[in-house]
Every structure is written in structure tokens, then in C-alpha cells.
DNA sequence: ACAAATAATTTACGCGCGTAAAGATTTAGC
DNA sequence: GCTAAATCTTTACGCGCGTAAATTATTTGT
């Protein structure tokens, strides 16, 4: 930097200025320096520059699983929103495995990053890892809710989703029976199931809850082999299916298939199947899954914005941001 | 790490070596130093680490789409095994655009990273700044070639993917057309483009290649957009279809369910789907999707470790090395 | 055109660590 | 118990940059 800025012919306090905050100079000295950076190809050490700022502007971006292409599309959304407020993010996959997620904090706290942008594994997650990373970095927690830890939270409507699709397959059919993992990782599955029994309740129909086994995040699976289950045992008695996630749903589908069950709403199918979450693939399942769409576009802007303004010094209290989601009428049901 | 040293009764150096190398103190040390860093919690500062070390344990793993739950499951395997060496990997995905390519190498060549796995975008990789960014760091390509950069290649054999599956669907029934992409990103989809008309020429049978319109990365999308125009067209003269890849021929299933098409080995089905990479939705598609999978395992460790002994010194000629996948017969031909 | 405000320069120090060199200490081999 | 080898300590410098303080140059308002 030393010999940038004389060839430059700008001082070199006023180069590392430029560097912290391009808007910081004047203009005619900001047009010389990126005049400069053109002809000679310089750029600051990053790891000289990150050591004796107070704040860096890497921003971590955390989800639980980056193989689940719902958590990659809004990761890569979120991502983007960084990249145009001048930040650098950094992307991080928990594999489903809370030892690995508390050690992805660990390392990031080592990062000095300007913030963190987490969705939590959920019931996985180790609190006190979590409380003292939020202390020490302004992290906002996205998706799944754990207790009031960092600046804010930002998600979807949970209760709203379920009821929303509940409602219609009332109005349309019969009331459906929920199908959900008896243990699931994320604390929404919980405020699904909830809801749906709220809902079925008002609309003064008998709920019927469906809860299959297993663990990890191989959801489409566990949706199968719980279908095969069900189907077996006779327990999808209402014809109408909800399943508490799309992943779930698209399991589900493939049991139906394998069973030669026709599934859809016209008149020669044997059963409807409705999802929750608008997974990119839900377009694409025989028949189109019918689910409640996130606002993508909504949570990751009210996310990214949220935490910028905290980087950027707007104290504001703990608070927490639920976007409603869309019904999206498709085929299955 | 002066105050830590000091507590800790070992001197400086040794403490900075160790985290060098925790191997290259005597073992009583080693335990000395490690018990005291439990004591004290203490971990040194990332960057004034990296600023003086000519070799950080950085590395670098991009794929041009994170979204894909292809890439996301192989950058997936490859971070463990780097984790599992002793590196600190960091994701990136292209998201599909040469410029956004081109960023992350040129941020990457800031991080100083001790190696790179990478996955080019194919046709759309500018070539200059691959070149360039190849002399600096050690870096190995894998999934799509591009020319002979880097320490070494190592992917899928493409030309044994299609042939293989090719095979299969002649000896089963009518013999297959080639459905796919007709400017694809992917270098890779022209090699299997060749090896279907080769493979079709060998059985003597006349190849029959439908390619589709549409850009980006929504290959489902324009599966299906192209298999409606297909269907309409009666471009599917033979009844078999081999698509490119899975996310293609998963589009083309959505388009055939909304054509009223049976899709299907059995007597009462119209159509023969299948696909190649063994994308992970490809087996819960109603039908389930038959296809060539990828070794996914083999891949991922066979580019790791080539890059490790790259960087460890072990210097070899460029290589190329290329897996055979294996035959998935499923449902859905 | 002049004072006040703004911006750039000069000078200087420190961040937390890597690393080289020389000397002191411990260990291994016999 | 001795020597050679391996390891550790002491000392010292530098990496590439952030940043504070004092000074000088430039711009702005009137």
C-alpha cells in the first residue's frame, strides 16, 4: 500500500481510508485512486486490513443443511443482498449436526465478522454456544426461532401457512389428516402441528395426526417409508393429506406411487397430498404439489436489512418479523 | 499469545509452532500447550496468523451453482474431507455467472488459500482469469474440464455414462432419443451427446437428438417446456427417452404427467424416461427416475486428496482422471 | 477575497503473529 | 556417563495495514 500510494501520488493514510469507505474521499481523490487500482492491479491484504479493524465486513451466512435446496435458495439470496451492501459473505452448512454448527460459531468468532446471518439447526442447537456467540457478534436468527437470542428474528407465518392450506383443503374436500416426523429438528414443525389442530378444531372437524420416525435430513425418506406405513395401516382415512413440509410431501408422493395410489383432486384419484414451503421441486412432482409458498424475497430483504442496520449502529430492541405465505394451487390437491 | 505463553510456562515460538503444527513439538510439550489452552480458552488471531504465513490452511471449494443439490452434495463430501485434514474450507457457487466466477477467484486470490477445489461453470469460464488464477494457486478442477488448468482433473467419464445407459435401454426396449439442452452450459452434455450418436451407430440404430431451447439454470423448467413442445411435435418417435441429465428429465416427467403421458416401463405406459447423475430427487420422481450415478465418493476423494499432495509438495504432472458411474434401474425405464 | 470548514499529508506507533539466529536445555543412543 | 541430536528459549525484526495527532493544502460560503 505503501508503494500504491506513491505511485499514486495519494498519501497512504488517505489509500487506507479510501479502502475502509470508498464515499469517505473526495471525489477528484477517489477518482484517482480507482484510477490507480486500474493501472496497477493493487489490493490491500485482506488479513492485514481485518487485524486492526475494529470491524471487518464479512458477514457469515449459516444454515442448517446447504444440500436442502430451500435453505441454498435462500442462502444464495441472502448472499446476494451482502454482496450489494459491500459486505463479504461467507457461506456455512451445519449438516444437520449441532456439534459441527457450534463449531462453525466457534469459528467464526475468530473471523471478527461484522455480522451473522444464522438459521439455527433448532432443538439441536447448543443454547450457550448460541447465547455467547450472539454476545459477542450482532447475529440475526432467520427461519426457526430460538428463544430471544441476538438482534432480531425474521421468518415465515408458521401458524398462518398450516391454517391458510388447512382452510382450503376444508373448503375443497375432505379435511385433511397432518403427516409430520414424530421427532423433528425444526421448533416449526411444532407451530405446524399446532396450527393445524387449531384450525381442524374451528372448522369443527376431528384432527388426525400422522406422526412417522426417523431422524436426520433425509426428509424424502422419511416421508416414503412413513407413507408405505400409513398406507399399509390404513391410517390416511380422510383421503386428504397434509404433510407438515414439502420434503415430506414429495416422500409421500413417491409412496403413493409405489402403492398405485392415484393422487390428485380430480374425480379417479384416491387421495390429495398438500405440502408446506414451496420447495423449488414442488413445481415438478406428478402430479404439481399444492403448498404454501414462503416470501423469499420478503425474509431475506427483512433479514439482510435488519442486520445492516445493526452493523451500521441503529440500536433497536430484540424484535420478531413473521412474513405470511402464499397458497399456491397445484395438481396434488 | 505472549501473555498465553507466559501463563502457560512455554515460550512464544514454541506456542506459534505448534499452531503451525501441533507434530512438530515434542509430545510433552504438546500436551502442556493444550492443556493450558483448554485452561485458558485461548485461540490465536486468524489473520495475523495468515498475514506472514506464505501457506495459509485455507481452501477454496466453488461450483458453479449452489442451488444444484448436485453441487451442494459434493461440495458437501469435499468440505469434510478438508476438515478431516486439518483445512478451513469455504464454500462459494457462481451462481451461474462468469462475472460472479471471476469475483470469487480474485477475492479467493486475497485469501492467499493453500488450494482450490473447483468446478467451472464450463463455457461461460473466463479462461484468462482462470489461467492466471491457476499459476497462483494450486488448484484442482473437477466435475467439467477445462483444457489442461490446474494440478490435475478429475470428474465423471461422461462417454461411459451414456453409452452404458444407452446400452441398457436398447436391450430393454425401443431405442432411446437424446433429449437436451441445445446451448448447455456444461461441457460435459456435449460429450454425452457424442457418445449417445456413437453408441446409437455401434447398435445400428439411426440417433435421434432432440435439443431444446432456453438458457440459465433452471434445467427443470426448460425440461419441461421442451418436453410440452416435444409431446406436441411428436418429436418422441421411438418411446424412449434419455435426457442429458436428471434435473431434464425430471422436467420432462412434469411435462408428460400434464400430457396425460404414463410414464413407465410397464405394458400400459407411453413413454420411457431416464436421465443421468443420479441427482438426489431422482429417486423419489413418480416414477422413480432410472439413471447412471455418479461416484460421488470416488470423485470427491480422489480430488481431495490429489489436492492435498499437490499442496504438501508432491508434485506431479497434470493428470486427468474420470469414473465410471453406475447403472440405476428404476422405475421409470 | 477572506475566514471557516473540509480534506489530505506527514509522522509515528502498534496490532498479533511468523520467523530467523544464537544459545541453553533436554533427550536419545550407546 | 558421555556425546550428538533434537528441542526449547531468548532476542529481535518485520509483515501490511489501521489509526491518531499535528500540520498543511484545498474547498466552501459569503
Known sequence: MEEFAAVSGISRPTVSKYFHDPESVRTSTRERIEAAIEKYDYRPNIYAMNQNRKLTKNVGIVVPYLADPFFAEIARN????????????TLYGS????????????????????????????????RRVLERFCKAVPTLIFDSNVEEFGIAFVGSDNYQFTSHITDYLCRTGEPPSFFE???????????????????????????????????????????????????????????????????????????????????GRGEDCAIRIAGQDNHPYARFTCPPLTTVAHDYDAVSKEAADTLFAAI????SPWSSTRFEGKLLMRDSA
Open 95 to 126: 449438516h444437520g449436526e449441532p456439534a459441527h454448527e457450534s463449531d462453525i460459531l466457534d469459528s467464526l468468532l475468530s473471523l471478527k465478522p461484522a455480522g451473522v446471518l444464522l438459521a439455527p439447526l433448532g432443538r439441536g442447537t447448543d
Open 78 to 89: 441472502l448472499e446476494q443482498r451482502c454482496i450489494d451492501e459491500g459486505y463479504r459473505p
Open 181 to 263: 416426523m414424530k421427532t423433528p429438528a425444526n421448533p416449526n414443525a411444532h407451530r405446524r402441528r399446532q396450527s393445524y389442530l387449531t384450525a381442524m378444531e374451528d372448522f369443527g372437524y376431528e384432527p388426525h395426526v400422522i406422526s412417522v420416525e426417523g431422524g436426520g435430513w433425509e426428509f424424502e425418506e422419511i416421508g416414503r417409508l412413513g407413507g408405505h406405513n400409513a398406507i399399509e395401516q390404513g391410517l390416511f382415512t380422510t383421503g386428504t393429506v397434509l404433510c407438515s413440509n414439502d420434503r415430506l410431501a414429495i416422500g409421500l408422493l413417491t409412496a403413493c406411487y409405489e402403492k398405485g395410489l392415484r393422487v
Open 312 to 315: 451500521e449502529g441503529t440500536l
